[in-house]
């Protein structure tokens, strides 16, 4: 069967009060730009808190379908048939001709689910549910009817115009991209920072990425696995502006003046700062980190706290109670995986210490970054005026 439209299911925005329509808007917004890249024409409709894709002539179902499968707000994305109201017995004959083209194998159970959204029509909602399902098993004797548990359920939605489908592919849920705000990820080549982007940004988040490269200790190859991890994540964000901050002289001089068990959590407070800087330089509302309690040394309560304490933003760490396997599953429904585990060093590698601290102490971490006084401001300033800002989109 070849569909003509698809019917977008969408539920959390639906319950926003005044601020609907500037989620449905958003949500088309998305709808749109995912299905640029596709072939075919779509255009985009909103019609009594129901949005329809209508495609025009041939186009690329699955194609179409993959990218609206990635756009945050949808819940469900049924093929539709759209017919005008030519009478009730119209209307079965439609019926059975869609179900006899989507269903070669008749041995199904089915339900009819009417909703008549439009009170002018002649027949209520149970009376078209009775006599439709009378149709359909005159039509196809083998299919029976379970009102419990359906095999097959055939929505009849009465509005300007009949909505009939039986298919809902699930869509991601959350809220569309652009609804809440920015927030910038500290994205590595790691498993979990482009999962806890992916989570902020299904709650509506636009997102903006830092990551620290360390050349010549981290790779090209590290960078570009970084890329391609931000191009993966922005197949659900949207497009993002990657900041390649070079790290290595603020590692070096660390390395040089600091205790080297300290090493990585004052590494990380500068990492933070930078974030930071690059947040508010981009209107950004918070910074996003893929840490979870206690993964390694570096996310202990204690060392958390350490890291914290340098933010003056909200820091989200949609990760925090997560075990790896659980990131690990998200990571994969999301396809990041298979290049998260490319065998590419990251910069925090190369400097750890065999016994890295567990428990920092807020005192002897100020103290020993005294030691850093003399030159520490110029390197952050070197940093912020090479970072390379990349503009990713999928
Ligand atoms: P990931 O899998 O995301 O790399 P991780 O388990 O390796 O995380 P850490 O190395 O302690 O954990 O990093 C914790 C968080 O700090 C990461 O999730 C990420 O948000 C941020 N981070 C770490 N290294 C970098 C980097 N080189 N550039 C940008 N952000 C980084
Ligand atoms: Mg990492």
Request: proline share 5%; hydrophobic share 40%; aromatic share 8%.
């Amino acid at each position: 069967m070849t569909y003509k439209a698809f019917l977008i299911k969408y539920a959390e925005i639906a319950i926003k009060g005044k601020n609907r329509y500037l989620f449905e808007d958003a949500l088309v917004s998305q709808m749109n730009h995912a299905l640029k890249k596709v072939d075919g024409t779509f255009h985009i409709r909103k019609e009594q808190g129901r949005i329809y894709v209508e495609m025009e002539g041939e186009y690329d179902y699955d194609g179409a379908v993959e990218a609206l499968q990635h756009v945050f707000g949808i819940v469900g994305i049924c093929p539709v048939v759209l017919l005008e109201d030519e009478g009730f017995d119209a209307l079965a004959g439609e019926v059975i001709r869609y179900i006899d083209e989507v269903y070669p194998d008749k041995h199904f159970t089915f339900k009819v689910n009417a909703r008549r959204a439009r009170k002018n029509y002649p027949l209520e909602s149970m009376e078209i549910n009775a006599q439709m399902g009378e149709r359909i098993l005159e039509a196809f004797p083998e299919t029976s009817v379970d009102v419990h548990k359906p095999q097959v359920m055939f929505n009849i939605e009465i509005r300007n115009q009949i909505n009939v489908y039986s298919t809902v592919i699930p869509g991601p849920g959350g809220m569309p991209v652009g609804t809440n705000g920015k927030a910038m990820l500290l994205l590595s080549g790691g498993i979990d920072s482009p999962v806890a982007g992916y989570m902020i940004a299904k709650r509506g988040v636009t997102i903006d990425a830092t990551y620290f490269h360390a050349p010549p200790y981290t790779s090209e190859r590290a960078k570009q696995k970084v890329v391609d991890l931000a191009k993966i994540i922005s197949k659900y964000t949207g497009p993002i502006n990657l900041h390649v901050v070079n790290f290595t002289d603020i590692q070096l001089y660390i390395y040089e003046q600091c205790p080297h068990e300290e090493l990585t959590i004052i590494m990380r407070r500068y990492m933070m700062k930078l974030a930071e800087h690059f947040a508010k330089e981009n209107k950004c509302l918070g910074l996003i980190t893929g840490e979870s309690i206690g993964q390694v040394a570096s996310q202990t309560m204690q060392s958390l706290a350490a890291t914290n304490e340098v933010c003056t933003m909200p820091v989200y760490r949609p990760l925090i109670g997560f075990d790896k396997q659980e990131i690990v599953e998200i990571s994969e429904k999301i396809d990041a995986y298979e290049t998260s585990i490319l065998p590419y060093e990251d910069c925090c590698t190369i400097f750890v210490a065999k016994h890295p601290v567990t428990k920092p102490s807020l005192n002897v971490i100020h103290n020993d970054e005294r030691k850093l006084s003399e030159k520490i401001d110029a390197l952050m300033q070197e940093a912020i005026d090479t970072v390379e800002v990349i503009h990713i989109e999928a």
